[in-house]
C-alpha cells in the first residue's frame, strides 16, 4: 500500500476508533479493549506497509476472545452478546481488509455500529456523540475516494446538511411504531437497580446514595400538597422474621376509593422489575400498558426492562381505600412469625389499655415519638430478633426499620398491617414545569386496616422520628445526601444547582419529544398543526415534498456560493452558451476572435456588450493582465446579464 492509500484508509480506523468509544461503559472493558487494539495493529501496518496476517491465523485468533465472550455473558445474542460480538468481528474485519471494496465495507459497517449505543441510552449526549461519530464517518468516506482533508470537510458538511431538512421532516410525519425503536431486554447478567422484591433492613438505604433519576410527572392542573407524595410500588404482606415480601397469594375482591380530591397526572418512568410507581391512590382503571396488581399498585405488560414508558394517570388524594377483610385474608394481614417477645409484649399493653382503634394506633406512634429514634442513613447491623434489637436497642435505622417494626407491632396488637414500598416526595423543575422523583425519594411506610371503619388507613412511623424527611425530602433531613463540590467554604454556588435544573428540564425536553415521540406525540403535533389526528398518504407525500424543498435551499446556497476553480473558463463557457441560444453557430474550436467575428449579426448593443467581454477575457486569458477578484466579479456579473438577441432583418 503506497502512502497516499495509507493517508485515505487510516480516517477510516479513527473513526471506527471514535463510534465504539462509548460501549466501553456498556461492554465488559476487553472487549473494546481487544477492539481498539486490532485497529491500532491495522493502522502500524498501514503506516510501516506491512503485509497483513493470513487468514487462517485471524480465524483462529477470532475464537479466543469468542470463546471468552461466552463464557463472561453466557450469551452471544441479545443486546450486550450480540452487539460486543458485532465489536469483535468489525475488530478482526478491519485487520483482515485490504483491497478499496473491502474498506467501503468496513466504513459501512461502521454506520451501523455508531448506532449501538442508542441501544444502551438516549440521552441527549448520546445523540451528540452519535452525530460527532457520523460526522467522521462520512469525512472518512470522503477520504476513501482520494478527497483532500479540507474538501472531505467540505464535502462531509454538504452532505450531512442537505439530509437534515428531509431527516427531520420524516422523523416527524412517518408513521410510528407503538413501541420504541432502541429498546432491547437486558442479558441475564445486567444488574437491576431500584427497589427489591423485598424489604429487609438495609434494602432501601442501599439505593439512597446514588440519587438519580427514577421519573418524571407533569399534573394536569394543581397537584396535591408535597407531603401527600406517597407514590406506591409495592406492597408487602408477609414477614418471615428478617424480611417483607409478596406473598402472591390473597387478592382483593371490594375495593373503593372514598371521598379525597381528584388530580391527574402523566409519568416517565422506566420500569423498576416490571413496576410502575402510581400515586395513593389510583384509580382502578390502569391505562396500557399498566395494569392493577393486588394492593392498588401497577405493573407493566411490557417485558422490556430497559423501556420508557409514558402514561396518563388519574387518583384521588387524600382517599381512604376500604375494603372488607372476610376471615381468610384477616389472619393473612395478621400473620406473624415466632420470636421478638419483647415487641409483642408492648403492642399487647398498648392493646389493654387502648379504647379503642385509633387510640391504639395512636399509641403505638408514641412509642417512636417518647423514645429517642434516630433516623439515619447508617444504622448499626441487627442480628437475631431484628425487631426486637431495633426497638430497644440500637433504636437507629432507616425508612424500612421504622415501617418494619410499625407493621409488626401493628398485627400483635390485632391491627392487620402490610407494609408498602415506593417513593416519597419529589422535587419541582420550574424550567420544565415537571416534579422529579430521585432514588434518594426512596421510602416504606405502613397500611393498618381499621375493623371500626373497614378501610386501610396509611401511617407513617417515618414522618414522626423525621418529619423534615417528609415535609423537604430525603436531602434536608440527611445531609449526606446534599450535593457538594470541592469549594472553599464547603457551599456549592449557586450556579450549580441552577445548571443541574436546566440540565435536567432539557432532558426531560428530549424523553418527551425525541426519544417518547411516539403517535399519541405525533397525533398531538398534527392537531396543532390542523393535519387531523392519523397518518394519511398525502400528509406523507406533502411531508416529502416538503423536505426536499427544504433540502433545496441549502443546495441551491451552496451552488451559488460554491468555489470555482477558474472563473474565466467559466465565465466565457456561458457566454458561448448565450450565443449558442441566440442562433450563433458556434464550433468547439472557435477562439474569441472567431467568436466576434461570427456575432456580427447581433443587435448593435449586444454586440457591444460582447466586445466589452471578450477584450477583457483575452487580456486577462492571453495577454497576462493582471485582474483583481473585485474586477472579476463584476466581469461574471456583466456575463449573467448578457442576454444577446439576432439584429432585425
Known amino acids: 500500500m503506497n502512502a497516499d492509500a495509507g493517508r485515505r484508509v487510516l480516517p477510516v480506523l479513527l473513526a471506527l476508533l471514535l463510534v465504539v468509544t462509548p460501549l466501553a461503559w456498556y461492554l465488559p472493558f476487553w472487549v473494546t479493549g481487544v477492539f481498539a487494539g486490532l485497529v491500532l495493529i491495522r493502522a502500524a ?105 479540507r474538501a472531505g470537510w467540505r464535502q462531509t458538511a454538504t452532505a450531512l446538511g442537505l439530509s437534515l431538512p428531509l431527516m427531520l421532516v420524516l422523523f416527524f410525519i412517518m408513521p410510528r411504531l407503538s413501541g420504541p425503536l432502541w429498546s432491547m431486554p437486558p442479558s441475564r447478567q445486567t444488574a437491576v437497580t431500584g427497589l427489591a422484591d423485598d424489604m429487609a433492613p438495609g434494602s432501601i438505604s442501599r439505593i439512597i446514595p446514588a440519587n438519580t433519576p427514577v421519573f418524571n410527572v407533569v399534573f394536569d392542573g394543581a397537584p396535591p400538597a408535597r407531603r401527600d407524595f406517597y407514590w406506591r410500588v ?52 390502569a391505562p396500557d400498558p399498566a395494569q392493577l396488581q393486588p394492593g392498588l399498585t401497577w405493573s407493566s405488560r411490557r417485558s422490556t426492562a430497559e423501556e420508557t414508558i409514558r402514561l396518563p394517570a388519574e387518583g384521588r388524594s387524600g382517599a381512604r381505600l376500604a375494603e372488607a377483610l372476610d376471615p381468610a385474608r384477616l389472619a393473612h394481614y395478621l400473620q406473624l412469625p415466632p420470636g421478638n417477645p419483647q415487641a409483642r409484649a408492648l403492642a399487647a399493653r398498648l392493646r389493654q389499655r387502648s379504647a ?75 424550567d420544565g ?128 456560493r460554491r468555489p470555482v476553480a477558474d472563473p474565466l473558463a467559466s465565465g466565457w463557457i456561458a457566454v458561448r452558451r448565450r450565443l449558442r441560444r441566440a442562433g450563433i453557430a458556434l464550433a468547439p474550436s472557435d477562439g474569441p476572435q472567431d467568436v466576434l467575428g461570427k456575432a456580427a449579426g447581433l443587435a448593435e448593443a449586444d454586440r457591444i456588450e460582447l466586445e466589452a467581454l471578450t477584450q477583457h477575457y483575452i487580456d486577462w486569458r492571453y495577454r497576462g493582465k493582471p485582474a483583481s477578484a473585485a474586477e472579476i466579479r463584476t466581469w461574471l456579473r456583466a456575463v449573467r446579464r448578457f442576454r444577446p438577441r439576432q439584429r432585425a432583418a
Open 45 to 149: 501496518l498501514v503506516w510501516q506497509r506491512r503485509p497483513l496476517p493470513p487468514r487462517w491465523l485471524l480465524v483462529l485468533a477470532l475464537l479466543v476472545p469468542v470463546g471468552f465472550l461466552w463464557l463472561t455473558l453466557k450469551t452471544l445474542v441479545g443486546r450486550e452478546g450480540g452487539v460486543a460480538l458485532l465489536v469483535l468481528l468489525a475488530g478482526f474485519k478491519a485487520l483482515e481488509t485490504g483491497g478499496l471494496r473491502d474498506w467501503r465495507v468496513l466504513l459501512a459497517l461502521g454506520f451501523f455500529l455508531a448506532a449501538m449505543p442508542l441501544l444502551f441510552d438516549q440521552s441527549p449526549a448520546a445523540a451528540v456523540w452519535l452525530v460527532v461519530s457520523l460526522v467522521a464517518l462520512t469525512w472518512a468516506m470522503a477520504r476513501l475516494a482520494g478527497n483532500p482533508p
Open 234 to 285: 409495592r406492597v408487602f404482606d408477609r414477614f418471615d422474621g428478617v424480611r417483607w415480601y409478596e406473598a402472591g397469594t390473597i387478592r382483593e375482591e371490594t375495593l373503593q376509593l372514598l371521598g379525597g380530591q381528584p388530580y391527574r397526572y402523566r409519568i416517565t418512568v422506566k420500569p423498576e422489575r416490571r413496576r410502575l410507581p402510581v400515586l395513593d391512590y389510583p384509580a382502578e382503571n
Open 356 to 430: 379503642d382503634d385509633r387510640i391504639l394506633l395512636r399509641g403505638l406512634l408514641d412509642t417512636y415519638r417518647s423514645q429517642p429514634f434516630r433516623y439515619t442513613l447508617t444504622p448499626p447491623a441487627l442480628q437475631g430478633q431484628i425487631v426486637d434489637g431495633f426497638l430497644f436497642g440500637s433504636r437507629q435505622g432507616f425508612c424500612e426499620h421504622f415501617a418494619g417494626s410499625l407493621a409488626f407491632l401493628a398485627r400483635a396488637a390485632g391491627l392487620p398491617a402490610r407494609v408498602v414500598v415506593g417513593y416519597q416526595g419529589g422535587r419541582f423543575n420550574p
Open 433 to 560: 414545569g415537571f416534579w422529579q422523583v430521585r432514588s434518594a425519594d426512596a421510602h416504606a411506610w405502613v397500611e393498618v386496616w381499621l375493623p371500626s371503619e373497614e378501610a386501610w388507613l396509611r401511617v407513617d412511623p417515618t414522618a414522626t422520628v423525621s418529619p423534615d424527611r417528609i415535609a423537604a425530602g430525603a436531602e434536608s433531613a440527611l445531609p449526606v445526601l446534599q450535593p457538594t463540590v470541592p469549594v472553599i467554604g464547603g457551599a456549592p454556588p449557586a450556579w450549580l444547582g441552577r445548571w443541574r435544573q436546566m440540565a435536567e428540564a432539557w432532558s426531560f425536553r428530549w424523553q418527551q419529544w425525541v426519544v417518547g415521540y411516539d403517535a399519541d406525540r405525533q397525533r398531538q403535533l398534527f392537531r396543532r398543526l390542523g393535519l387531523g389526528d392519523e397518518v394519511s398518504a398525502p400528509v406523507v407525500l406533502r411531508g416529502l415534498a416538503v423536505g426536499m424543498l427544504l433540502g433545496m435551499v441549502p443546495l441551491l446556497w451552496w451552488w451559488r
